[in-house]
Structures are given as C-alpha cells and as structure tokens.
C-alpha cells in the first residue's frame, strides 16, 4: 500500500519555523540533519506527538542553482500570500485547541466558524503558509 510519510512547507528562515512548529504549535523535531556536502542542506521534519508516521518538512526556499532568481521571488510572493502551501491539521475539540494555541503565541487569521464538513479555522506560520485546524463532523 502506497502512504503518506512527509509533506512539505517553504520557510524563508528554518530555526524560526522550528521554533514556531515546535515552541507554539507544539510539534516534536523527527530529522534534523544538516549535510555538508550539499552546501549545508538542512533536512528539518516535524510532527505532532505521537504521529510518527507523518512529517512536514520545513524547506528553506532554495536560490541559484536551485531555483533561479524569479522562481524564487514567485515563490516568496506566493508565500507571503498565504497560497504557495497549505496544511490540514485536525482535532477533536477544534475551540480548546485554538485557545491553548493562542496561549502560545498564535495568531489567528480565522476563528473556529461551522462548516459543511465540521469547525474550522486558520492560521499562518511565520512564512506566511496557510495553516487550516480542523474539527472533522462524523460522516454518516
């Protein structure tokens, strides 16, 4: 059976994603690894405790030889957007988990609102990446 493992994020700046992910959202370091040989690449996974199974990776937004100049300015205006990715988190008690995250620092560009599928909200890491928190409604 094919699975899911990582997924990814652009970040402009790795150690603040992973203080954010880490220190406000409450995620736990999976990879961290930085490889000399490829220009100090820095692998960087995250997921919430006790889901190991699934990480996001936090990518630093590559340039030249990587990216060229404009798809990296594409890219950041994208991100600065809220819409060059977005990450589907979900809960079972969608208000409590909007408060205890704005006890830790997160802002939120949308409150808990009903919705066909359950509660939602929103939120934004400090790349701009749109980040929606989820209370699914049983299906049936």
């Known amino acids: 059976m094919i699975r ?3 997924t990814q994020l652009w970040v402009h700046d ?3 994603a992973l203080a954010f992910w880490q220190d406000k959202v409450g995620f736990e370091v999976r990879q961290d690894v930085t490889v000399p040989e490829m220009g ?3 692998w ?3 997921s919430p405790k006790g889901q190991e199974d699934v990480a996001i ?3 630093k937004v590559m340039g030249p030889p990587v990216m060229d100049d404009a798809t990296t300015a594409n890219l950041e205006t994208l991100m600065g957007q809220g819409f ?3 990450v589907f988190l979900t809960t079972p008690d969608c ?3 909007v408060d205890e995250l704005k006890g830790r620092g997160v802002e939120f560009s ?3 609102d009903e919705r066909l599928y359950g509660l939602d909200a929103a939120f934004r890491d400090p790349s701009g990446n749109h980040i929606r928190l989820t209370q699914l409604r049983p299906i049936g």
Do not use: K
């Open 44 to 46: 960087l996974t995250v």
């Open 4 to 6: 899911i493992s990582t």
């Open 95 to 97: 208000r409590a988990s």
């Open 84 to 86: 060059a990715a977005t």
């Open 110 to 112: 949308e409150e808990p």
């Open 57 to 59: 990776v936090l990518m």
């Open 40 to 42: 100090n690449f820095r």
């Open 14 to 16: 790795q150690d603040e």
